[in-house]
């Protein structure tokens, strides 16, 4: 039974985050954590995360806009380090409120609450009129890195950061999508460094059901892949600006 939950989870959320360019991470792990105990569940999530995220590497990369990557991706990667060496400082940080849902333990943390408020505050942002018609000045692009790296190394959650400025950035469907492609793989390659070195060696993997959830989420990707064609960019803002509501009320309320 939890291969098939597992398998159809990963399936959908890569076919959904292929357009969104985040998520696969924040949605699969709760689900793999209903089966698993969470340094498993994280475990799993990562490496199907990190190798989805190089099979669509080289699907779309050559796409991707070099400029951005640049002023993005670079400070990107050097705050992902830190994001993630912090985190086991932080890790042992009070939770703030801890409540039970049909069983099962919840648990709300200073980090998860600060991201997920600060995301929604982003999406409200976005919805006001005049802000959806600004497009990004280049110069704000750095900035975005940071927040994406820092907060990818911390939590996982750098994807959302990413999309929310690239939208910004005046780039057509294909190019938002495979530049957020190569920079989700930059961004957790840093992190993979520290994870791999942190709880990755000390975990007891499930392989077979890495394996499961990989070719699942490949699966995906490959559909996501055949579909971009004929979707637009409003539909690729739609699916980013649900998504984003979805994982900030999420880290907000303690579920994922």
Request: net charge positive; hydrophobic share 60%.
């Amino acid at each position: 039974m939890e291969a098939v939950v597992i398998a159809s989870a990963s399936f959908f959320a890569a076919l959904l985050t292929f357009f969104s360019g985040f998520g696969l991470g924040t949605l699969l792990m709760p689900v793999a954590a209903i089966f698993f105990p969470p340094t498993i569940a994280i475990a799993i999530t990562a490496v199907v995360h990190f190798a989805n995220n190089v099979l669509k590497f080289f699907l779309v990369a050559k796409s991707a806009n070099i400029k951005v990557l640049l002023s993005f991706g670079l400070p990107a990667v050097v705050f992902a380090f830190l994001g993630a060496y912090l985190l086991g400082f932080l890790s042992d940080m009070d939770v703030l409120y801890a409540y039970k849902f049909f069983d099962k333990s919840f648990f709300i943390t200073p980090i998860k609450l600060s991201i997920g408020l600060l995301i929604l505050f982003f999406v409200m942002l976005e919805s006001l009129a005049f802000f959806s018609k600004i497009a990004l000045d280049k110069r704000w692009l750095p900035l975005g890195g940071v927040l994406s790296g820092f907060f990818g190394g911390l939590s996982g959650n750098q994807g959302a950061f990413r999309s929310m400025f690239l939208l910004k950035a005046g780039l057509g469907k294909e190019q938002f999508v495979a530049t957020g492609v190569v920079l989700a793989v930059m961004v957790d390659s840093a992190r993979m460094i520290i994870y791999k070195e942190s709880f990755l060696l000390h975990t007891e993997i499930d392989w077979s059901m890495i394996l499961i959830a990989t070719s699942a989420a490949f699966l995906g990707t490959l559909v996501g892949n055949r579909v971009l064609k004929k979707v637009s960019i409003e539909f690729i803002r739609i699916v980013v600006s649900v998504l984003l509501v979805i994982i900030s009320l999420g880290l907000i309320s303690g579920v994922i």
